[in-house]
C-alpha cells in the first residue's frame, strides 16, 4: 500500500510559479513510477508528466514541456512539481499517482494503482 499526499497548490498570477509536493508512505517508494495529473472543471483528468522509478527518465504533456519540471527525492519519499511560466489554462486539480511498472506509456492513467487526494492550482489573469 502506498499513500499520497499532495501540498502546494494554491492562487498564483499569470506567469508565476509553483511548487507541488508529494509525500508518500511506504519503503517501497523508491519502486514506483510516479506520474502528475490534472483535472479543470467539465474535464478529464489528463497527463501532466512523470518520473520513472530511478529517477533518471522524466516525461512531460506537450502542454507543460519546457514549463514543468519533475523531480524525485527518495530519501525524503517525495516527488516534486515544479511549475513555471504559469498560465490560465494550467488551472486545475493536480493529483500524484504511483504505478509500480517500469517502461510503456507513462501517460496512461490504468497504470497507476495509488492517487492522492489533489491539490488545486488556480492562476489568475
Known amino acids: 500500500q502506498v499513500q499520497l499526499v499532495e501540498s502546494g497548490g494554491g492562487l498564483v498570477q499569470a506567469g508565476g510559479s509553483l511548487r507541488l509536493s508529494c509525500a508518500a508512505s511506504g519503503r517501497t517508494f523508491g519502486t514506483y513510477a510516479m506520474g502528475w495529473f490534472r483535472q479543470a472543471p467539465g474535464n478529464e483528468r489528463e497527463f501532466v508528466g512523470a518520473i520513472n522509478w530511478s529517477g533518471s527518465n522524466t516525461y512531460y504533456a506537450d502542454s507543460v514541456k519546457g514549463r514543468f519540471t519533475i523531480s524525485r527525492d527518495s530519501a525524503k519519499n517525495t516527488v516534486y512539481l515544479q511549475m513555471k511560466s504559469l498560465q490560465p489554462e494550467d488551472t486545475a486539480v493536480y493529483y500524484c499517482?504511483?504505478?509500480?511498472?517500469?517502461?510503456?506509456?507513462?501517460?496512461?492513467?490504468?497504470?497507476?494503482?495509488?492517487w492522492g487526494q489533489g491539490t488545486q492550482v488556480t492562476v489568475s489573469s
Open positions: 499517482a504511483a504505478g509500480a511498472f517500469s517502461g510503456g506509456t507513462y501517460g496512461s492513467k490504468s497504470k497507476y494503482a495509488y
